[in-house]
């Protein structure tokens, strides 16, 4: 084969113990997008309509790669990426290498895509990670015409590239693969990390002027990422979905190898939809926040005689926007709560009548932004909270039981429902639930529940109570979800993060030993580790030789990893005092990727204790890591202060944020969004407390 195609070496000079390697040149491309990959690595090829591809991996991981689920997703994602932008693959071959240690989640380097090894997986994958995967495939390979093709002039446009590969890559889903639920998972995910974010103080404009590259790495974050992809999605409803692709098209054409700014995007998608879109980027680009949408409505014998859409904003960032969204209408009709009519509408301002749904049958539930067209929070109106509670498992569509399942656990975030009425309202209702979106968010929102538990005030008698009611949820449901499926994973998984009774820590002990089956549920190796580590988070049975019969088992780099976290997981003055040091003092015996796990697992939610009574010692680090200039590490340092719901914990934090100390952006961010956190939490156990006297 021709080594200039395959962009591999041209020839190899010994000279003496030195090898002097060549390559070819290639077309002109930015400097952060080259990369260079050296070692023994497993190599699979194949071809996708004439692009030579390959696959890497370390030998040693090799027999866990499927290769077929690798270039099946990266074919699909030529097929749907080549006609959309009507630009071949402007590189020769195409290269996706699964590296050790690697800091982020992958990367775009021009035609050789480097990909954490995370995204192997020891076992069966559930859907939900393969589509991880191919969502991660399309977004790198969108990034070769977005980003290497043509590249933004400076990182205040990072959010751009971002936005668009993120965009992209669940548009090349949802358009050209096997995955039929690729929106709702983009809810699921993306939408609220955006949301999210953008309720944090540390919110920012879309688009905003970057100093240095240390702010550039503090803005790789749900605003980058996930506002910027959920209001690109919203810009084809908006403008059409043609005129939207031409005007993408258009523009990678004009720009190819060359830089680019925001404006040259703005300009060509405006000009292939014939639109102005300066008030658009006003609205979206350079303002922040969440606006909050809420319909209210009339009727009168049967009818709808008035609907207002109202939208509101945050005292802080008083943008009204315009956008396009649907309102859905739901009725009960043979015993199940279907969509009778979905309205669309254009809303501005502060509120918009809207005409179309006068005269329309009375809706039990009205949903102002049906199909999540529109990045808005939703406020819903009494009667449809009504109506949704009674009904939550009549609702025909699996899509709007996810959002008001959402809704219902932003309103305990918020502090407007109590979380012990969260919790009740769950156990007796999501047994019933059969669409794996929808038992997903459940069970992660389950799983919040009883780590917050170990934070709030309460009675302890009611702690208690609450705690092993979903416990005893989460087992029942392990055991009833059908062998083999997803929702069983799913369970497993929270299974694993609220067992604590003696009876469900000596079941926990019984799968790991292989002495009690679950029909269907084959633990994989990070399972396993999963199982040790509630071992040790608990000091049950014989945790410390669970750890090494496990590594003399299996002493991969990812079973040592674990291993990290299951011995600092304890709660042990001693294990904290040693992994801390080796965090703060001895970080450079460890690798990066060691140092993360542990400072993931130091401090769980229920051994606040052990946390403040370290506290000082974390704060007496932070001068020297302020000054480091490794974002990562600073980002796992950051990881070291956990959810503290008291009002010291507030104070804490307030005192190193208002001592004028300048911050390390990255670290600053993180302390702010902590405090914000325990705050709310803070607000959360007030709310419990009032209700529980009341
Ligand atoms: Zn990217």
């Known amino acids: 084969m021709d080594h200039r195609q395959l962009g591999t070496r041209e020839k190899v000079e010994k000279n003496g113990a030195l090898k002097h390697w060549y390559f070819p040149q290639s077309a002109k491309f930015s400097s952060y997008i080259f990369s260079l990959h050296a070692g023994p690595f497993h190599v699979w090829e194949d071809d996708a309509d004439g692009i030579p591809l390959r696959l890497m991996a370390r030998q040693s991981l090799a027999q866990y790669v499927k290769p077929d689920d690798w270039f099946t997703f990266t074919k699909q994602s030529f097929e749907f990426f080549q006609p959309y932008f009507e630009i071949d693959y402007p590189f020769v071959k195409y290269d996706q290498v699964i590296v050790p240690d690697f800091n982020a989640g992958a990367m775009e380097n021009v035609a050789a895509v480097t990909f954490n090894e995370a995204y192997v997986s020891r076992g069966e994958k559930t859907q939900a990670q393969r589509m991880r995967l191919a969502n991660v495939i399309a977004h790198e390979m969108a990034h070769m015409w977005f980003g290497d093709l043509v590249t933004m002039n400076w990182w205040d446009d990072l959010w751009l590239n ?86 993408v098209s258009n523009y990678l054409k004009d720009l190819s190898y060359k830089n680019s700014t925001l404006d040259d995007f703005m300009g060509h998608l405006g000009a292939a939809a014939g639109k102005d879109l300066d008030q658009w980027q006003q609205q979206w680009l350079y303002q922040a926040g969440l606006n909050t949408i809420a319909a209210s409505f009339q009727c009168d014998k049967g009818e709808v005689t008035s609907l207002t859409l109202t939208q509101s904003a945050p005292e802080d960032y008083p943008t009204l926007r315009e956008q396009r969204t649907q309102i859905g209408f739901y009725n009960m009709e043979n015993g199940s709560m279907v969509l009778s009519k979905a309205i669309p509408v254009l809303y501005q301002g502060g509120k918009t009548k809207i005409a179309e749904a006068v005269g329309q049958p009375c809706p039990q539930i009205v949903y102002p932004n049906e199909g999540d ?107 009833q979800a059908q062998a083999g499926s997803d929702a069983q994973k799913t369970w497993f998984s929270t299974f694993t993060d609220v067992a604590h009774s003696e009876t469900a820590l000596a079941d926990a002990r019984l799968l790991l030993q292989g002495e009690r089956n679950i029909d269907g549920l084959t633990l994989d190796p990070d399972m396993r580790w999963d199982l040790i580590a509630l071992q040790n988070q608990h000091l049950f049975g014989d945790y410390e030789q669970a750890i090494e019969r496990e590594l003399a088992a299996d002493n991969s780099d990812r079973s040592q990893l674990n291993a990290i976290a299951a011995e600092a997981v304890r709660p042990l003055a001693e294990s904290k ?118």
């Open 577 to 694: 005092t040693k992994w801390l040091e080796n965090i703060l003092q001895h970080r450079d015996d460890f690798k990066l990727s060691q140092l993360k796990y542990a400072a993931f697992s130091l401090f769980p939610t229920e051994q606040g204790e052990l946390y403040e009574a370290n506290m000082e010692r974390i704060i007496s680090a932070m001068d020297e890591v302020n000054t480091s200039d490794a974002p990562e590490y600073v980002g796992t340092y950051a990881k070291l202060f956990p959810l503290n719901c008291s009002d010291r914990g507030v104070q804490q934090l307030s005192e190193i944020l208002d001592s004028g100390k300048p911050l390390n952006p990255l670290l600053e961010k993180a302390l702010k969004n902590r405090r914000f956190e325990n705050q709310r939490c803070l607000n959360m156990a007030a709310l419990l407390n009032g209700s529980n006297k009341g």
């Open 373 to 479: 067209w529109a990045f808005a929070k939703v406020n819903l109106d009494p009667v449809s909270v009504e109506n949704m509670s009674r009904h939550i498992n009549d609702i025909e569509k699996p899509f709007t039981r996810l959002m008001l399942w959402q809704s219902l656990y932003d309103s305990v975030y918020d502090a407007k429902l109590p979380l012990d009425e969260y919790v009740s309202f769950a156990l007796s209702n999501a047994g019933s639930e059969r669409d794996i979106n929808v038992v997903r968010l459940v069970s992660h929102h389950l799983g919040y529940a009883y780590s917050y538990l170990n934070q709030v005030a309460i009675d302890p008698a009611k702690r208690d109570e609450l705690q092993l009611a979903i416990e005893n949820f989460v087992w029942e449901q392990l055991q």
């Open 162 to 247: 971002e936005s668009f590969a993120t965009y992209m890559a669940n548009l090349s889903l949802a358009e050209n693969s096997e995955f039929t639920n690729t929106w709702e998972n983009f809810y699921l995910g993306t939408k609220q990390w955006a949301y999210h974010s953008d309720l944090q103080p540390t919110t920012h404009a879309i688009q905003l002027p970057v100093k240095n590259t240390d702010e550039a790495f503090a803005n790789f974050d749900g605003i980058t990422y996930g506002k910027g992809g959920s209001i690109l999605k919203q810009l084809p409803y908006y403008l059409g979905k043609e005129e939207f692709r031409k005007g």
